[in-house]
């Protein structure tokens, strides 16, 4: 098992930019992939972005070329680089391991002028 916690939400301004933070503790988080995805009031979670073991990744269409997921599993940790962030972006934010279904608790991100 898994066990997940996020950080580096909080508040910008459109345009503004944000990193989230995985941390991982428990066996087996290296061999597993790792995704983010964010849930906004009102709505379903959704798909953002995914890393592989051999940090390969894909992204959902709606972040790609703003969103750069990373990891160094050395550290156990996964990251989420968010570039010029819009109000639609707003959302609280769930690290995802895929093998073994863990969730973090979440991170809110708000982009508002």
């Known amino acids: 098992q898994v066990q997940l916690v996020e950080s580096g939400g909080g508040s910008v301004q459109p345009g503004g930019s944000l990193t989230l933070s995985c941390a991982a503790s428990g066996r087996g988080f290296s061999v597993e992939a790792v995704g983010w995805f964010r849930q906004a009031p009102g709505q379903e979670r959704k798909f953002v972005a995914r890393?592989?073991?051999?940090?390969?990744?894909n992204y959902a269409d709606g972040v790609k070329g703003r969103f750069t997921i990373s990891r160094d599993n050395a550290k156990s940790t996964v990251s989420l680089q968010m570039n010029n962030l819009q109000p639609e972006d707003t959302a609280d934010y769930y690290c995802?391991?895929?093998?073994?279904?863990?969730w973090g608790q979440g991170t809110q991100v708000t982009v508002s002028s």
């Open positions: 890393i592989y073991r051999s940090k390969g990744a």
């Open positions: 995802f391991a895929f093998a073994t279904l863990s």
